[in-house]
């Protein structure tokens, strides 16, 4: 179930790759939920005996982080806002 998610996430996330600014809740929405599942999953991790090489590198904690942070380095908000009123200030 929890890949049909993600693939379905995937999915609308390549199609909005055309105008970014138009799926900003979109891209808000699989920030957050992906940000509060490996949150969840680094809990779970830490707190049952035997699951710490979860959280090791290499492990899927750590890979889950992945999506919300690259996500959010890469926000249209940021990238395409801000340049704009950057060019607009310089002319």
Same mark, same amino acid.
Request: net charge positive; glycine share 10%.
């Given at each position: 179930?929890?890949?049909?998610?993600?693939? &379905?996430?995937? +999915? !609308?996330?390549?199609?909005?790759?055309?105008?970014?600014?138009?799926?900003?809740p979109?891209i808000?929405? #699989? %920030?957050?939920?992906?940000?509060?599942?490996? &949150?969840a999953? +680094? !809990?779970?991790?830490?707190?049952?005996?035997?699951?710490?090489?979860?959280?090791?590198?290499?492990?899927? #904690? %750590?890979?889950?982080?992945?999506?919300?942070? &690259?996500?959010? +380095?890469?926000?249209?908000?940021?990238?395409?806002?801000?340049?704009?009123?950057k060019?607009?200030?310089?002319?």
């Open positions: 179930m929890l890949v049909a998610v993600y693939v &379905t996430m995937g +999915l !609308f996330l390549i199609g909005s790759a055309r105008n970014p600014l138009r799926a900003v979109l808000d929405f #699989v %920030i957050i939920s992906g940000a509060i599942h490996a &949150t999953m +680094l !809990f779970d991790a830490l707190t049952m005996p035997g699951h710490m090489a979860h959280t090791m590198i290499g492990g899927d #904690v %750590i890979g889950t982080y992945l999506a919300p942070v &690259t996500l959010a +380095l890469t926000h249209p908000r940021k990238l395409y806002l801000f340049g704009r009123q060019a607009a200030s310089l002319s």
